[in-house]
Structure formats: structure tokens, C-alpha cells
């Protein structure tokens, strides 16, 4: 192994150890679910190497939603597999276990195939957001060449779910149906704050959806406040981002 592949197993590993500690920091109190997520799929997309990263919930009824993502793409082709009702986020969530497509090309996957392709994707690996026999939802991670992730890569995803899992659900959700429903049902509503928002911020400033997301959570950040709670009060006319 060379000093410069040393160089990077321990830049990846550092930063894989500073992610672990930020979500830990992050589930002590007062976190938002959301952002949470949010920055779960960028910290993904920086220590995988792949390409795009999504996250889906269930809500009470069981139905899933796109909730975070680390661009707009990735967020089209989630929704898109709700419609379609397939695809390997889906299957992942249905079965509880890790669902990996090498080459989308070559899967069987019709609707989510095309929608895939039609976004640049070639490979995905989707893993449930599971604790025990509770299933909530799926990480979605997609590549833009074929070959899903594997082995080590493969693990550190899971790790990172079972993560964000233990985030959304506590212990004392566990143990209290009706504040595992609360939780998904603020994490579903704040997500639709937040698209209004962003909605708002792009049409304010004439530029793209993404970039408004940006300016929306730079400021939540910048601030030290929530993102649901800037969100909000955008939407009610209360602040100008």
C-alpha cells in the first residue's frame, strides 16, 4: 500500500470518526430530524465517493416519502419510485434488507430503470433504516457508473443508517407507539415547510430550487437555528432569507 492510499484510508476514517461524533452530538436534544438527515446524505456522498444520496420515511400508513437528499436529482428519482411503486428503495424498505443494483441497465427494475437512466444513474445500493423489527424507511446511494457499493463501503452505509435510525426512533419511541407516529409525522411536515420555503427563496431571488436550499440552510446554520423553524417562518412572511 502506497503512503498516499495511507493517506486517504486515514483522511476517510477521520472523517467518518468526526460524522459519528456530529450525530451523536446532534441526538442529545433539541435536533431536528431533517436536518439531521440532510446532512446525513452529504456526509455519505463525502465518504463513499458515490455519486448522490437520498433518504425516504414511512409514514403511519405506511406509504413512503422522499424526506432529504443531497441534490435535486437524487430527490426527483426517489419520488418518482413512490409513484411508480418499485424500485430498490422500495424493496429495501418492504423486506428490511440491503437492496444492490451493479448496473441499472441490466436489471429487470422497469419504471425505476428508465427514471434512473433518464437522471445519469448507473449502480444504487438501498439500505433500510432499521432497529430490531421496526423498518421506517431507506437510504438511497446512487453511482453514476456501474458498480454498487460492497464490502467495507457497504458496512460503513449501514452504520450510518443504523445511525440515523436510532436518531429518528429513541428508545422511548420505541417503547411509545404514539411518539414514533409524532416523530415521523414532524419529520414529514417539516419537509413540506421546507419545500415551501424553498419555493418561496427561489422565486424571491430567481434561482434554482437547489441553490435556494442552500441559501435556506446556510442561514439555519449561520444562525444556530433549525431548519424547520427558518422554513417556517419564511413561509409565514416573518423572515427574508
Given at each position: ?92 424498505f418492504r423486506t428490511g434488507a440491503a437492496v444492490a443494483l451493479d448496473d441499472i441497465r441490466e436489471s429487470g427494475a422497469g419504471a425505476f430503470r428508465a427514471i434512473a437512466e433518464a437522471a445519469g444513474f ?43 435510525t436510532i436518531g429518528i426512533l429513541q428508545e422511548r419511541a420505541i417503547r411509545d407507539g404514539r411518539l414514533l407516529t ?60
Amino acid at each position: 500500500m502506497t503512503t498516499q492510499s495511507y493517506e486517504q484510508r486515514d483522511g476517510r476514517e477521520a472523517q467518518l470518526i468526526a460524522t459519528f461524533v456530529t450525530l451523536a452530538d446532534t441526538l442529545v436534544a433539541g435536533y431536528d430530524v431533517v436536518d439531521l438527515l440532510h446532512m446525513l446524505t452529504e456526509e455519505c456522498v463525502a465518504i463513499l465517493g458515490v455519486d448522490a444520496a437520498g433518504i425516504m420515511l414511512s409514514d403511519p400508513a405506511g406509504v413512503l416519502h422522499p424526506i432529504a437528499s443531497s441534490d435535486g436529482v437524487s430527490e426527483r428519482v426517489e419520488a418518482a419510485q413512490v409513484e411508480a411503486g418499485e424500485g430498490p428503495c422500495i424493496e429495501s424498505f418492504r423486506t428490511g434488507a440491503a437492496v444492490a443494483l451493479d448496473d441499472i441497465r441490466e436489471s429487470g427494475a422497469g419504471a425505476f430503470r428508465a427514471i434512473a437512466e433518464a437522471a445519469g444513474f448507473r449502480s444504487v445500493l438501498a439500505v433500510p433504516l432499521r432497529l430490531r423489527d421496526s423498518t421506517i424507511g431507506a437510504l438511497n446511494l446512487f453511482g453514476r457508473s456501474p458498480g454498487a457499493l460492497r464490502g467495507e463501503d457497504a458496512a460503513v452505509a449501514r452504520a450510518l443508517a443504523d445511525v440515523a435510525t436510532i436518531g429518528i426512533l429513541q428508545e422511548r419511541a420505541i417503547r411509545d407507539g404514539r411518539l414514533l407516529t409524532e416523530q415521523l409525522e414532524h419529520a414529514l411536515n417539516s419537509r413540506v415547510l421546507i419545500e415551501q420555503a424553498k419555493g418561496i427563496i427561489a422565486q424571491t431571488r430567481q434561482v434554482p430550487v437547489d441553490e435556494a436550499f442552500a441559501v435556506l440552510r446556510a442561514y439555519a446554520r449561520r444562525n444556530n437555528e433549525r431548519l424547520r423553524d427558518v422554513a417556517e417562518q419564511v413561509v409565514e412572511r416573518r423572515l427574508t432569507v
